[in-house]
T-cell receptor, first 111, second 114 residues
Framework: GNSVTQMEGPVTLSEEAFLTINCTYT??????LFWYVQYPGEGLQLLLKATKADDKGSNKGFEATYRKETTSFHLEKGSVQVSDSAVYFC??????????FGAGTTVTVRA | GAVVSQHPSWVICKSGTSVKIECRSL??????MFWYRQFPKQSLMLMATSNEGSKATYEQGVEKDKFLINHASLTLSTLTVTSAHPEDSSFYICSFLEGSKPQFFGPGTRLTVL
């Protein structure tokens, strides 16, 4: 079956630090891969996605590359801000609507 | 972006009672809705998929008679947890699908069963 494993948190960083959240997956076929973000008190929002191998998704300074050879989709941002404090979820979908999520990683950025 | 609301945001109930959670889309209509459950420090787990005007499709291991889903309209879905027990305490999250766009998620409802 499909599953997603992501780095356990919580992660605490200083502003302008480099952020990496690891995500690996197990799936049959070629799923789409996603990163969702949940800010305090809000619903999950799509941050970025990639639909095939070697695709790079990017948004708001965040990037993730679909690596089929390592079955990974690690999230990176070069310089985080306090406003990036949130819970980040890695997810996959074989058909773009039925999602399998990782456990979520809580990121706190301190000024 | 689209807005999805859930009500209540937090509910505490006694064991054996039923609890209804509402999920509304505020600015679009959706034919497909999803309900997820999230236990502490675990993944969101899909419980069921519902299409407006038809019965919900439940994931394996989810009791359809315990978790009643009513997709009342294109903007409203309800989840009723019947005869709730402490093991049903969880975070319940809904989402809507509008065409081919990514899912829009509600903020979640925390259920605590005493």
């Amino acid at each position: 079956g499909n599953s997603v494993t992501q780095m356990e948190g919580p992660v605490t960083l200083s502003e302008e630090a480099f952020l990496t959240i690891n995500c690996t997956y197990t799936a049959t076929g070629y799923p789409s891969l996603f990163w969702y973000v949940q800010y305090p008190g809000e619903g999950l929002q799509l941050l970025l996605k990639a639909t095939k191998a070697d695709d790079k998704g990017s948004n708001k300074g965040f990037e993730a590359t679909y690596r089929k050879e390592t079955t990974s989709f690690h999230l990176e941002k070069g310089s985080v801000q306090v406003s990036d404090s949130a819970v980040y979820f890695c997810a996959l979908s074989p058909n773009d609507y039925k999602l399998s999520f990782g456990a979520g990683t809580t990121v706190t950025v301190r000024a | 972006g689209a807005v999805v609301s859930q009500h209540p945001s937090w509910v505490i109930c006694k064991s054996g009672t039923s609890v209804k959670i509402e999920c509304r889309s505020l600015d679009f209509q959706a034919t497909t809705m999803f309900w997820y459950r999230q236990f502490p420090k675990q993944s969101l787990m899909l419980m069921a998929t519902s299409n407006e005007g038809s019965k919900a499709t439940y994931e394996q291991g989810v009791e359809k008679d315990k978790f009643l889903i009513n997709h009342a309209s294109l903007t409203l879905s309800t989840l009723t947890v019947t005869s709730a027990h402490p093991e049903d305490s969880s975070f319940y999250i809904c989402s809507f699908l509008e065409g081919s766009k990514p899912q829009f998620f509600g903020p979640g409802t925390r259920l605590t069963v005493l």
